[in-house]
């Protein structure tokens, strides 16, 4: 056991322990043994992450909700702290299922590291592969509705200075 309090995270690798299993070295499963902490680490910061947008939305929809009828406060009146809310919402909850992802990748890496088996090891990656999956598809969302976004800026604006002419 260490006393450095400063010292990073270790897990516990066992030596031997996937002798007669499979064929995984003990390089690979000190390299997981070291990632674990850190993909946990992130697992968690997510689902914090995830849980302070979700107090946001309520937070948007409780302010939303009493401002509403105050005319001081246009972007409530129109209903905008609503839509916020709503978007806040969706957010948290896209933002669990990486988070669902990482947690179990790094549950799997623990089970490795306890059985040193090929199928907890493939069982792990599969989970870093969804991971993955999962974030390459939501980028490509985000680049799609930021080229939406950008050609309805242009037409807006378009008929913004077609209406400022008349």
Known sequence: ????????????????????????????LHQLAGTKPWVRFFSVIMFVGAGFMLLGAVGLLIAGSVLATSSSNPMFAGGMGFAIAGLYAVMSIVYIFPALKLWKYASHIG???????ETDLVAALGQQRSFWKFVGILVLAMFALYFVAVIAMVVFGGFAAMNARH
Do not use: R
């Open 111 to 117: 089970a490795l590291l306890m059985t040193g088996s």
């Open 1 to 28: 056991m260490q006393n450095d309090p400063y010292a990073p995270p270790s897990a516990n690798v066992h030596p031997g322990s996937n002798a007669g299993n499979s064929q995984i070295s003990q390089a690979v």
